[in-house]
């Protein structure tokens, strides 16, 4: 029996979709190809709200997160973390020799902006890195303040996991300035797993040069470079099955739901759990700050989370348990992609249910 996934990631995807992967393969270096390296960009960049050139990756988020903070940082990077993926960038930086230091808020609470400004005007600094929503915490970071404090520091690159709410929340790139604007499929775009899609600035492309060690497959410089001399190709094969499934899926997203429509829809399911939670249990994030796309829930009544999600699961749902260390003190509802309300509705009251009979 497939459970309905109420997980963070990998999300339900339409069986229009799921058809799309399966059209017939055309080779990578044909003008086919271009074509539709094309139309994806496009639309890419009307869901990014941005005008810079976007690259596709045949990796997860972490891929290009990786690429970035290796191909873009000649000094030093600094991470503000909020949780389990913030700690990510930093890892990443590390294990490739990359100078890092690491700002970890309180899980639970956001990044603030006199934390970032308090940091960049140290002078020491030519990338910070922002998540935009912890998926491990359900916080979403308020990253429109951020960028009012980024314009003081206009030399310093801004690298930003938006991987769990492009598609589900209004993430407008270039007005917040940022560089490199990093999301993947399998979350609120609604696509498997297995591709992942910055913007990235041309001044971010022209420092980047600097940087001698940059890799080979991630170097996100080379993969723009290489767009340039065959327009929307790749140095290394590409996950074509995706490309057709993301074509599809943006026409979808732009054209019949429309954009408008699907943040509202995800502000909705996340007003709904939010109202759940409180009534039933404590929300994790700090009141605010809280992603729309996810609701990272503590566990004040002392439930088991695996017996919870044994028994809705042998009726067709599946929900998250807490990340990490806030295993068992915390679980988590997504709400994203192409989940409707009435489905999300559906969920919660068959977790009502069965906690009852707990």
């Known amino acids: 029996m497939h459970k309905k996934l109420f997980i963070p990631g990998p999300v339900d995807v339409r069986p229009e979709i799921l058809?799309?992967?399966?059209?017939?393969?055309?080779?990578?270096?044909?003008?086919?190809?271009?074509a539709l390296g094309e139309s994806i960009c496009k639309n890419i960049q009307k869901l990014f709200y941005t005008a810079n050139p976007i690259l596709l990756s045949t990796s997860s988020?972490?891929?290009?997160?990786?690429g970035a903070i290796r191909s873009l940082t000649a000094k030093r990077a600094i991470v503000f973390s909020i949780g389990a993926?913030?700690?990510?960038?930093?890892?990443?930086?590390?294990?490739?020799?990359?100078?890092?230091?690491?700002?970890?808020?309180?899980?639970?609470q956001p990044t603030l902006p006199e934390v970032v400004d308090k940091y960049l005007s140290t002078g020491k600094y030519d990338v910070f890195t922002i998540t935009h929503n912890e998926t491990s915490t359900g916080v979403m970071n308020p990253v429109y303040e951020i960028a009012e404090i980024r314009k003081k520091y206009p030399d310093i690159l801004w690298l930003m996991d938006a991987v769990s709410s492009m598609a589900g929340v209004k993430i407008e790139v270039d007005k917040l300035g940022v560089d490199v604007c990093i999301t993947s499929t399998q979350k609120a775009i609604g696509l498997p797993p297995g591709m992942s899609i910055c913007s990235i600035t041309k001044r971010a492309l022209e420092y980047g040069k600097q940087v001698e060690f940059r890799g080979t497959y991630l170097d996100i410089l080379a993969l723009y470079a290489y767009m340039q001399k065959k327009p929307y190709q790749y140095p290394s094969t590409p996950s074509i099955a995706h490309m057709f499934a993301l074509d599809k899926q943006l026409d979808y997203i732009l054209n019949e739901e429309g954009l408008e429509n699907r943040y509202a829809r995800h502000l909705e399911m996340g007003r709904i759990t939010r109202a759940w939670a409180d009534e039933h249990f404590e929300r994790f994030a700090a009141k605010g700050y809280e992603s729309q796309t996810l609701t990272t829930i503590k566990n004040i009544n002392g439930i088991s989370i695996a017996e919870l999600n044994k028994r809705i699961g042998e009726l067709g749902y599946q929900i998250s348990n807490g990340y990490g260390d806030l295993k068992e003190k915390t679980f988590r509802i997504a709400h994203m992609a192409d989940r409707k309300v009435d489905e999300l509705k559906e969920l919660l009251n068959v977790i009502d249910k069965e906690i009852a009979k707990m």
């Open 19 to 34: 058809e799309a992967m399966g059209t017939p393969m055309i080779g990578h270096r044909t003008k086919e190809a271009s």
């Open 61 to 66: 988020g972490t891929g290009l997160m990786e």
């Open 85 to 108: 993926f913030g700690n990510r960038w930093a890892k990443l930086a590390k294990s490739n020799n990359v100078p890092v230091d690491k700002v970890e808020a309180e899980w639970g």
